[in-house]
């Protein structure tokens, strides 16, 4: 049986490690390594989705935000697109009974629209699901593109205020409009696989986030790893601007 640790508290505050986003980076070049198909990566790394999960709602964390299909990703090969786009089903599929037994909420954020009617019929059973859990929130981040959320954000406030209450907008008013909205602001980032960017991931919400960058790849990135980042974040001095 897995050792489940205390949820662990935020080193200024108080209060837990709410929200951790990861950037699932590494997928296509692990597999390569191995000798084989880019796809098998994906495969790889999205069992790795549970496990992290898994650690992450045993470590009390409220949200987890996955970077699994970027705006961006649709420049990649058809076969590789096409692929992508099954991975819901095949992932929920084997998984969901063992997440809901968890009591994991699954959501997502970004502009589903362009998604085949398939993901996206797959994708909102696996919503309405696990709407009444009350454990972690896994949250995919599916053809989402921070510049993209802040665009559709300010088309949803020119939708509902007029001039005049534009005029007065405030940063509580703006963050209303992101697909965040409901979720706490994001403490920790994680990018697996050596690289060091943000890749237009959760642009506003990563203001004053804590971030983590490793070499392993996402397929390899284990529960221990993942509490070895939780550890680390609890070691840093967050001041948010201020000084103590």
Request: net charge negative; hydrophobic share 40%; aromatic share 10%.
């Amino acid at each position: 049986m897995a050792h489940t640790r205390e949820p662990l508290l935020h080193p200024m505050y108080k209060t837990y490690c709410q929200h951790v986003a990861i950037i699932m980076d590494g997928n296509g070049r692990w597999a390569k390594k191995q000798k084989k198909q880019r796809t098998f990566g994906h495969f790889s790394g999205s069992e790795n989705v549970r496990n992290i999960a898994i650690a992450a709602n045993d470590l009390g964390i409220k949200v987890l935000t996955l970077y699994a299909f970027s705006t961006e990703n649709w420049q990649r090969p058809v076969e590789e697109v096409d692929y992508l786009m099954k991975l819901p089903e095949v992932f929920f599929n084997r998984f969901l009974d063992e997440l809901i037994q968890k009591n994991i909420r699954i959501t997502s954020i970004g502009n589903l629209a362009a998604f085949p009617e398939d993901t996206r019929r797959v994708l909102q059973m696996a919503i309405d699901r696990t709407k009444g859990n009350t454990g972690l929130i896994l949250n995919f981040a599916m053809n989402y593109g921070g510049r993209d959320e802040i665009v559709r954000a300010v088309k949803r406030l020119v939708d509902i205020y007029d001039t005049e209450q534009l005029k007065a907008l405030t940063e509580e008013m703006f963050e209303s409009a992101l697909d965040t909205a409901d979720l706490p602001a994001v403490d920790l980032l994680i990018r697996t696989s050596g690289e060091v960017r943000v890749s237009n991931f959760l642009l506003w919400q990563l203001a004053y986030a804590e971030m983590i960058f490793t070499e392993v790849a996402w397929p390899e990135f284990t529960a221990d790893l993942f509490n070895d980042c939780i550890d680390e974040f609890n070691r840093r001095d967050r001041r948010f601007g201020g000084v103590k």
